[in-house]
């Protein structure tokens, strides 16, 4: 049972998968985008664009300081460059790096991270960006998107290309639900609502939005109708869409697959602290590090299911 | 010496089965390693308590290259760390046989490790805070070739040298690939024992998967009380089942399990 097949959604790509699909059919219409490699382009699946183009794709080694900071060069001298790895390596091991050499100066670097939450699995958790929504927030200028399936992924691949200025695309490793067969109108800093409601408004982001849809259909069982919300950027953040839940539902659930500090429910409780009326209720990870395990076993573990959603959403009630 | 080989050949059963059972894992970087990590475990060069952890004089094994855990498992449970039986829990959850080596979870390890780059800075404070003390603990660490790559490694070599740490001794286990591929194509580092001599350590080259010349080059280490050792471990990744990955086409073999088949024939190498 995968998270999203209670509401009859059927599982896809990865959103890894899916934007290495996307940067290599781009690499034509995009001609100044090169990426920047710290050995790991095969799990990031920046791979099939620089085997295509080999002359635009460098791999600096294991060496993920030096690699931003080669990307912040690359972006003063015009290119346009999508620099990768994992997602905890990127943002935690080269933090100063996307500081002085990507923010501060606003260059035009493109930072994806690959295997973000604990859903990567086995690896454990040194292997597990659970803090890089909250890096990548906390530096001014810099966009921050999670995107949910695939094809959102894809589309947050153009719109990431298309964008001028520092930006964060969070990937995941596993496959998930296919949320937007019927095809997606995908702006950066614009909502989309997947799911009307009155009662309750649950607003995630990532492999959670899914869960959300999952909860929503739980909860119709009970007489509860929710709204859920894909806030797949969390900076420049959708302001208007959560004043208007507030209002509409007062109550909201945060999901995300990240530490409890500093990510999607912390910019949202910003808003609604701001904006009032509500209550609000979050699921994360927590304030812990995971553990290896089977990426289902984790999820459940540490309360990033539908049901977890469904159990929050009692408590604002 | 004999007795050395047969313990080499049992960590690499215990390595191939481990990963294999988890599904996920690093065999091929386990298997160059398997010299070094026996001729220290039951060489008589690290002193340690299987049932005292914690004992505050042993030496230290740091796993900088933290995704070849298995081999370290492999050495503890051989050690009586813990069972062996364990091993097959690698990477499940609730066990604290982790996928990258955890030390708030399983005693014995003695870095957290699985970020690159990191383990040879961590030896550093602990050869610091021996010495301090005034214990003899020596402290061992053992990095990847592609992990050198890591501009952090060559700023911890510089600080043991500035503190003349001779309580501190780095293997380097050049298996010539790394995760895209033949480490001289990804980052050619030349000689790594011209560069590391550069720093001020004393610095051996040798066949790491040769256990004479790996037990003789830790015994010319012991002997170093001056300055820092580093030893050149050249092996070859997934040594011990190289014919079984050779013919799956994949010498490197990075991150990832042998299939049953494969385990099967692996198995059948080191039988004997
Ligand atoms: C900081 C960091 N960057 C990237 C990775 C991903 N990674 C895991 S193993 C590996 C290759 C390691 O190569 P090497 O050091 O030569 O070790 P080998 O597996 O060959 O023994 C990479 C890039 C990581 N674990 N840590
Ligand atoms: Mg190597």
């Known amino acids: 049972m995968h998270i999203g097949e209670i509401s009859g959604y059927k599982l896809g790509q990865a959103t890894r998968d899916a934007f290495g699909d996307a940067l290599k059919d781009l690499a034509a219409e995009f001609p100044d985008v090169v990426t920047v490699d710290g050995d790991v382009g095969n799990s990031t699946r920046t791979e099939p664009f620089a085997l295509a183009n080999p002359e635009r794709g460098f791999n600096v080694g294991i060496a993920e300081s030096n690699m931003v900071s080669v990307a912040g060069g690359l972006a003063a001298a015009g290119k346009t460059p999508v620099v990768a790895s994992f997602a905890c390596f990127l943002l935690c091991n080269a933090f100063d790096q996307i500081r002085m050499s990507v923010a501060f100066p606003g260059l035009n670097v493109k930072l994806v991270g690959s295997h973000a939450g604990?859903?990567?699995g086995e690896d454990g958790p040194s292997q597990m960006g659970i803090e890089d929504v909250a890096l990548a927030c906390s530096l001014p200028g810099v966009s921050v998107v999670v995107p949910a399936d695939g094809i959102s992924a894809k589309a947050a691949t153009r719109a990431m290309l298309e964008h001028s200025g520092p930006l964060y695309l969070r990937c995941g490793r596993p496959?998930?639900?296919?949320?937007?067969?019927?095809?997606?109108?995908?702006?950066?800093?614009?909502?989309?609502?997947?799911?009307?409601?009155?009662?309750?408004?649950?607003?995630?982001?990532?492999?959670?939005?899914?869960?959300?849809?999952d909860a929503?259909?739980?909860?119709?069982?009970?007489?509860?109708?929710?709204?859920?919300?894909?806030m797949h950027t969390v900076k420049p953040l959708d302001e208007e869409a959560i004043v208007a839940a507030a209002k509409k539902t007062q109550r909201i659930v945060v999901a995300e697959e990240h530490l409890a500090h500093g990510g999607l429910g912390s910019a949202v409780a910003m808003v609604v602290a701001r904006s009032g009326p509500g209550r609000m209720a979050f699921v994360s990870v927590g304030d812990t590090y995971a553990e290896s395990g089977d990426a289902d076993g984790l999820l459940e573990k540490y309360g990033l299911t539908p049901a977890a959603i469904v159990q929050a959403v009692r408590s604002v009630r | 010496m004999s007795e050395l080989k047969e313990k080499a050949r049992i960590l690499r059963q215990h390595i191939c089965r481990m990963t294999t059972e988890a599904?996920?894992?690093?065999?091929?970087?386990?298997?160059?390693?398997?010299?070094?990590?026996?001729?220290?475990?039951?060489?008589?060069?690290?002193?340690?308590?299987?049932?005292?952890p914690n004992w505050p004089d042993r030496d230290r094994f740091i796993l900088s290259k933290g995704h070849a855990v298995p081999v370290l498992y492999a050495a503890m449970a051989e050690a009586g760390y813990f069972g062996v039986d364990e091993l097959l829990t690698l990477r499940k959850l609730g066990s604290p046989l982790e996928g990258h080596p955890?030390?708030?979870?399983?005693?014995?390890?003695?870095?957290?490790t699985g970020s690159l780059g990191q383990g040879l800075s961590l030896g550093v404070g602990q050869a610091l805070g021996c010495r301090l003390d005034g214990r003899p603990s020596h402290i061992y660490v053992m990095t990847g070739d592609g992990e050198m790559g890591e501009g952090q490694v060559w700023e911890a070599l510089a600080s043991a040298d500035k503190y003349k740490l001779a309580n501190l001794t780095l293997i380097v286990d050049q298996n010539r690939y790394q995760q895209t591929g033949a480490a001289k194509d990804v980052l050619d580092m030349g000689d790594f024992a011209k560069k590391i001599e550069a720093f001020g350590w004393h610095v051996q080259t040798i066949n790491g998967n040769d256990m004479d010349e790996v037990v003789q080059?830790?015994?010319?280490?012991?002997g170093v009380t001056d300055r820092s050792t580093a030893i050149v471990s050249k092996t070859q990744k997934g040594f011990g089942i190289l014919p079984v990955l050779e013919e799956a086409g994949d010498v490197n073999f990075h991150g990832k399990p042998l299939p049953p088949a494969m385990l099967e024939q692996a198995l059948a190498l080191l039988a004997k």
């Open chain 2, 102 to 112: 955890n030390m708030k979870r399983l005693a014995g390890i003695e870095a957290s």
């Open chain 1, 216 to 230: 929503a259909h739980m909860l119709e069982k009970e007489g509860v109708s929710a709204q859920v919300i894909d």
């Open chain 1, 175 to 213: 496959k998930v639900a296919e949320l937007y067969g019927s095809g997606i109108d995908f702006e950066i800093g614009k909502s989309i609502k997947l799911r009307d409601g009155d009662d309750v408004t649950i607003i995630a982001n990532g492999l959670m939005v899914a869960a959300a849809l």
């Open chain 1, 118 to 120: 604990i859903s990567i």
């Open chain 2, 23 to 52: 599904g996920s894992g690093h065999p091929s970087s386990s298997l160059s390693a398997v010299e070094v990590v026996t001729a220290l475990f039951f060489g008589g060069f690290m002193k340690y308590k299987a049932d005292e």
């Open chain 2, 217 to 222: 080059a830790l015994k010319t280490a012991q």
